[in-house]
């Protein structure tokens, strides 16, 4: 779990041994196939260049690839590469924001422990250690390795007036509501299916509760107060032609 700005807590599924472990070896078939045709490219060369000399840039391209593949998609995919994306997972910072290039340079420079029996064990053992799975490089960078879950989409019949919620009818005029109010609510309806059952609870206690009153919006018998915030966000939006 992690404290955003807006100090609300939010939690993350740290990834399991065995997605990243299937997701590191996509990742190396990813990698071969692109060797198999530097190699391929490479014997093309050698027929019109010094083969010491091609030999030389096949190394160098295998040796920079080896990291290059990992830090340039960590960085530039938002923390996946291919085999992260096919696997559902991604790398964070330790405080749940993107991954930067510092931090995707620091947990790949330890990359080729992977490939020493004695070092991989030992981040294996680091994995286990921590209560956020975290490998050498992870321990290094300062990030995390998550899982994230795939959508479920769920349809609903639109109302009869798209874009009127359903209880809109328990909102008064928002006469006096602010565009500050109005983000503040937005947003905690935004992150509101993310917040554990105590922080929902305070964050009615403490944003929705003193606005419903000021508004003298009236609660609905068996709805919850999520619903109402939803309804005022749609109404002052569609009022103020924020949407």
């Given at each position: 779990m992690v404290l955003t700005p807006e100090k609300a807590v939010v939690?993350?599924?740290i990834a399991g041994v065995g997605g990243r472990?299937?997701?590191h070896l996509i990742d190396a078939l990813v990698l071969f196939a692109f060797w198999w045709i530097v190699i391929i490219v490479a014997g093309i060369a050698g027929l019109v260049m010094d083969e010491n000399l091609v030999g030389g840039l096949i190394m160098m391209v295998v040796m920079s690839s080896l990291f290059l593949y990992f830090i340039l998609f960590e960085w530039l995919m938002g923390g996946?590469?291919?085999?992260?994306?096919a696997m559902g997972l991604r790398v964070l910072s330790h405080d749940g924001t993107p991954v930067t290039?510092?931090?995707a340079v620091y947990r790949n420079l330890l990359r080729p422990a992977d490939f020493l029996p004695v070092l991989y064990f030992a981040g294996f053992i680091a994995m286990f250690m921590n209560e956020k799975s975290q490998?050498?490089?992870?321990?290094a960078a300062g990030t995390i390795v998550i899982h994230e879950a795939r959508p479920n989409p769920h349809y609903q019949i639109t109302p009869h007036h798209a874009g009127i919620h359903p209880f809109e009818h328990s909102i008064g005029p928002l006469a006096t509501m602010s565009m500050e109010e109005y983000f503040a609510i937005k947003r905690l309806c935004d992150r509101f299916p993310e917040l554990p059952p105590t922080v929902q609870m305070r964050s009615v206690e403490e944003v929705w509760k003193p606005f419903a009153e000021k508004e003298r919006i009236e609660p609905l018998p068996g709805v919850h107060p999520?619903?109402?915030?939803?309804?005022v966000v749609m109404k002052y939006g569609r009022d103020r032609r924020l949407f």
């Open positions: 939690s993350f599924s472990v299937g997701a996946q590469t291919l085999g992260k994306k290039l510092r931090g490998r050498l490089g992870d321990l999520v619903y109402q915030m939803e309804a």
